[in-house]
């Protein structure tokens, strides 16, 4: 009996600590130390009201914005995929006809509007919903910007320059632009007298 009244105090301990108290410090910890991170990174407009998150991209197709990565899931935004929330790639393989048929159109698109394509803006992510690009795929779409907002180039790219997220721990990745955050900022950018 010794020995059975041990394993179930053991268990009722072990299941308090693991079920309770550790998921209550961490979400403490989260709400404490990170909330923002904790609460999903949303953005929200001038208004207070939610925009976005910098985790998740968002399509742009306007020329008065900078674009984002093709997505092959529309960032969730589809009526079949916003209540799953799916995420991933198309898994063509390189070769697949679907899939250069996919990329060929969107090249055209962007020779159309006299942006040099850069492989950010032709090729999905794997999630589908990266919020990044380039800086070289901000660059390339500044002139098609400025003219279509009536603004200097020279503002737009400065502009650019001061979104761009550097590395990761200053090493790891690539530097790149939010997209979201970019053309937030490209609406609050009053034009030079």
Do not use: C
């Given at each position: 009996?010794?020995?059975?009244?041990?394993?179930?105090?053991?268990?009722?301990?072990?299941?308090?600590?693991t079920a309770f108290l550790y998921p209550l410090f961490m979400l403490l910890c989260?709400?404490?130390?990170?909330?923002?991170?904790a609460n999903g990174s949303l953005i929200t407009n001038s208004q207070g009201t939610v925009v976005g998150s910098t985790l998740i991209g968002q399509p742009f197709n306007s020329d008065r914005y900078f674009w984002s990565r093709p997505s092959t899931v529309e960032y969730s935004i589809s009526p079949e995929v916003a209540t799953t929330g799916v995420s991933g790639a198309s898994n063509l393989a390189p070769g697949n006809?679907?899939?250069?048929?996919?990329?060929?159109?969107?090249?055209?698109?962007?020779?159309?509007?006299?942006?040099?394509?850069?492989?950010?803006?032709?090729?999905?992510?794997?999630?589908?919903?990266?919020?990044?690009?380039?800086?070289?795929a901000a660059q390339a779409q500044v002139r098609r910007?400025?003219?279509a907002r009536n603004l200097n180039a020279a503002q737009i790219q400065t502009l650019v320059s001061q979104n761009i997220d550097g590395r990761f721990m200053g090493i790891f990745g690539e530097p790149g632009i939010n997209v979201l955050q970019l053309n937030m900022a490209l609406d609050a950018l009053q034009p030079v007298s």
């Open positions: 009996m010794s020995q059975l009244n041990k394993a179930v105090r053991s268990t009722l301990a072990l299941w308090l600590l989260g709400q404490i130390a990170f909330s923002f991170q006809p679907e899939l250069l048929k996919r990329i060929q159109v969107e090249v055209a698109r962007l020779k159309q509007a006299n942006i040099q394509p850069t492989a950010d803006l032709v090729y999905t992510s794997g999630s589908g919903l990266d919020p990044h690009i380039s800086v070289a910007i400025a003219s």
